[in-house]
């Protein structure tokens, strides 16, 4: 018995249909790529700017062109910064356990 036959019209339907959805995925595929390139070149060309306009603003904020006063205040951020850092350990509270007949009932390791 034979299911489908060269002669039978629904083969060559099936055949073409086959055929037109394969290619209709891979133009979507396609244009989709293209999108996302298109996406990818637009993002790269910000990112290209952003970077161009960092490194111009790095290249004006140099240390020899800066005033007296932007390096005073510099420094006094620095030092207010390590003295802060330097007195943190003063603020700390040490509790040491001593040993008595109330601590020892209920904590036996003492």
């Known amino acids: 018995m034979q299911l489908l036959s060269i002669s039978d019209p629904q083969v060559w339907l099936l055949a073409g249909i086959s055929i037109l959805v394969v290619f209709s995925i891979l133009v979507i595929l396609v244009l989709i790529l293209g999108i996302f390139t298109a996406v990818a070149l637009k993002t790269t060309e ?65």
């Open 46 to 110: 910000k990112a290209k700017a952003v970077k161009s306009t960092i490194e111009t603003s790095l290249e004006a904020k140099t240390f020899e062109k800066a005033s007296e006063e932007d390096k005073a205040a510099v420094a006094m951020a620095l030092y207010l910064y390590f003295e802060e850092r330097d007195n943190r350990e003063s603020r700390v509270l040490t509790i040491v356990p001593y040993p008595s007949a109330w601590g020892a009932t209920l904590n036996p390791r003492l």
